[in-house]
């Protein structure tokens, strides 16, 4: 029981330094990543926690950071992203209110 709340304790530490830099930085470092998936195969390989607690852990700390879920993260993201590749289809002195006649 000790390694599985040992366990919890360090992906907790991990994903939560991995959530909060993406919320800074917009996106995550992919060794991390690399390792945060190790670390997730290496708990079902050795039957410490199942794919339902390990899911229930990630979201509950991704929800404590984004204060969202993570499909609430993703369409806001998708959204966020459409408006922003709409706008670009807009000129430029349009968008900001440029008058080409002196």
Do not use: C, W
């Amino acid at each position: 029981m000790a390694n599985k709340e040992r366990y919890i304790e360090v992906l907790t530490r991990i994903l939560n330094d991995h959530y909060n830099d993406i919320k800074k930085k917009k996106t995550g470092s992919k060794e991390r990543q690399q390792y945060i998936d190790g670390y997730l195969i290496a708990a079902r390989a050795l039957d410490v926690l199942s794919y339902d607690q390990l899911k229930e852990v990630i979201d509950d700390i991704h929800f404590k950071v984004f204060g969202k879920t993570i499909q609430e993260r993703q369409q806001s993201d998708i959204k966020k992203s459409f408006q922003n590749n709409h706008s670009l289809k807009v000129p430029t002195f349009i968008r900001e209110g440029i008058s080409l006649s002196d």
